[in-house]
Every structure is written in C-alpha cells, then in structure tokens.
C-alpha cells in the first residue's frame, strides 16, 4: 500500500494568516491527490482533487500543488471557520489511503 | 441535494457481524461515474477506507479488511451495505457512507453520510 504521511501533525495559527500543510506520498502518484477537512463532530469535506483543482464551492483561499511525492495544502488568510482538521488521500492505485491528518488550531 | 445516511445497530457483540446499510435520497444510485463505499474512522483518529462498489456491483476493498468485508448494492431501494464478518473491539469505530466520484482525474469522495458509531462489545 501506498503511506501517505502529513506535516506537521498540528499547528497553531491566527486568523488572516498563511498556512500550510504537506503530504508526502511513499512512492510517486503523479497528480493523483486529493484535500479534506474534517470540522469537529462532522463528516469530512471534499477540498481539492487532482492535487490542485477545487471541488466546486471551495473558497479560492484554499490551494493545493505538488506531484510525485511532495504536495502542499495552502490556505491564504485562514479564516476562522477554517479551524480544522485536514486529510490527504491518495487516489492512484485502487487502495485508497489518507494521511494522518494535521490539526489546524487557534494561537 | 444528494444525502446519504447510514443505519443499523450501535452494539455488536465479538465474533458477529456488523451490517449497516446507506440510504441515497435525491440522486441517482446508477451512474456509471458515481461509485458508493464506506469509510471508518476511531474517534479521535484517521480515516481508513473500507470499500467501494460499482453501480454494476463491482467491488474493491482495503486488503487489510478484504477476507471480512462484503459490500453490495440495491439499486431498487437506491441502497447500499456493509457487512463486517468477525468482529473484534479494534472495529469500534464510526463508520461513514459515502458517494466516490471516479471521472477522469475527478477522483474523489464529494458526499458523506453523517457517520455512525458502532461499538462492539460484550
């Protein structure tokens, strides 16, 4: 199976700031990567496919780049209702795994 | 708006078998760019994903779980199931339905259930 590893594994952020999160993969899945986010309590939220296209409604702020092994979840002037959990998956072999997850919290 | 929610018994005891079942309102269950699976997650912890099924009834599953894990589809009642064969206290965990879009690169689960919990003990 692929392993997908996150960093870091929380942070601590302020409201208006940049944040970003990386997700590497054991062995190369070209653009197949996807972004979630996990409020407390809820179900996952869909972000980004593809490593950096926006599922529909996603606000602009959230972006995603990388291929291969290495990609990065950014989120521009993180707002408040951003404070989350978030989740990378990879989609290139028919065994889906996610990330550990990386807690993004008030500072 | 599609909406998906699971059901089935909170409690099972060791060695039975879990069963949940999806229901999929406002949305067809037969598109053949549309898949249908299940993910779990301990409370507290990551997401494992369990399976998904084809609207043709093709199945794959995560190999960790594979020997235990049935999923099928009934496209009359726009349904979905998971059965959970042989289960230990390690299989406590909420479990969430959820659509799996497969469309060219657009890849991805885009609709979940609300999640329930299952616990299994004595």
């Known amino acids: 199976d692929i392993q997908m590893t996150q960093s870091p594994s929380s942070l601590s952020a302020s409201v208006g700031d940049r944040v970003t999160i990386t997700c590497r993969a054991s062995q190369s899945i070209s653009s197949y990567l996807n972004w979630y986010q996990q409020k407390s309590g809820k179900a996952p939220k869909f972000l980004i496919y593809?490593?950096?296209s926006l599922q529909s409604g996603v606000p602009s702020r959230f972006s995603g780049s990388g291929s291969g092994t290495d990609f990065v979840l950014t989120i521009t002037s993180l707002q408040p209702e951003d404070f989350a959990t978030y989740y990378c998956?990879?989609?290139?072999?028919?065994?889906?795994?996610f990330g550990q997850g990386t807690k993004v919290e008030i500072k | 708006q599609l909406q998906l929610q699971e059901s089935g018994p909170g409690l099972v005891k060791p060695s039975e078998t879990l069963s949940l079942t999806c229901t999929v309102s406002g949305g067809s269950i037969t598109s053949s760019n549309y898949f249908w699976g299940w993910i779990r997650q301990p409370p507290g912890k990551g997401l494992e994903w369990i399976g998904t099924?084809?609207?043709?009834?093709?199945?794959f599953y995560n190999p960790s779980l594979k020997s235990r894990v049935t999923i099928s589809l009934d496209t009359s009642k726009t349904q979905f199931s998971l059965k959970l064969n042989s289960v230990t206290s390690a299989d406590t965990t909420i479990y969430y339905c959820v659509r799996h879009v497969i469309a060219n690169s657009w890849d991805g689960f885009d609709y979940w259930g609300q999640g329930t919990l299952v616990t299994v003990s004595s």
């Open positions: 593809g490593a950096s």
């Open positions: 998956q990879q989609t290139f072999t028919n065994i889906r795994t």
């Open positions: 099924i084809s609207y043709s009834g093709t199945t």
